[in-house]
Nanobody, 128 residues
Framework: QVQLVESGGGLVLAGGSLRLSCAAS????????MGWFRQAPGKEREFVAA????????YYADSVKGRFTISRDNAKNTVYLQMNSLKPEDTTVYYC?????????????????????WGQGTQVTVSS
C-alpha cells in the first residue's frame, strides 16, 4: 500500500507562490493516478488537480485553472502542485491523493471515492 506525505505548505501573501510536494512510498508510484484536493472547515473536500500515471494529461478545477500546475516525477516518487497568484480564498488544508485506477475520460476522479490513499494534509494560508 502506498503512503503519502505532503510538504511545502505555509503562509504567503496574496499574489505569491507556493509549491506543494507529495512524496510516496510503498508500491510502484508510476502505477498510481495522483491528485490534489483541498478542504476548508465544515466543507466537503474539493477537487483541485489531477495527473495521469504517465504525467501526460492533467486536469484542474475551474477555480485554479491558469494559476496552479500539477506535475509528477516518477523517478522521485513525488507529485507537485505549483500554486501561483494565490488568493485569500485558496486558504485551506491541501491533501494529496493516490488512485489505483486509471483516469479514464470520466468525471469520477473529481470525487473523493475514486481515490484510494490520502496524505495527512498541509495547511496553506494566503494573507491579504
Amino acid at each position: 500500500q502506498v503512503q503519502l506525505v505532503e510538504s511545502g505548505g505555509g503562509l504567503v501573501l496574496a499574489g505569491g507562490s507556493l509549491r506543494l510536494s507529495c512524496a510516496a512510498s510503498g508500491r510502484t508510484f508510476s502505477s498510481f493516478s495522483m491528485g490534489w484536493f483541498r478542504q476548508a472547515p465544515g466543507k466537503e473536500r474539493e477537487f483541485v488537480a489531477a495527473i495521469t500515471r504517465s504525467g501526460r494529461t492533467t486536469y484542474y478545477a475551474d477555480s485554479v485553472k491558469g494559476r496552479f500546475t500539477i506535475s509528477r516525477d516518477n523517478a522521485k516518487n513525488t507529485v507537485y502542485l505549483q500554486m501561483n497568484s494565490l488568493k485569500p480564498e485558496d486558504t485551506t488544508v491541501y491533501y494529496c491523493a493516490a488512485g489505483a485506477k486509471p483516469m479514464l475520460d470520466s468525471p469520477s476522479f473529481y470525487y473523493t471515492p475514486f481515490w484510494d490513499v490520502w496524505g495527512q494534509g498541509t495547511q496553506v494560508t494566503v494573507s491579504s
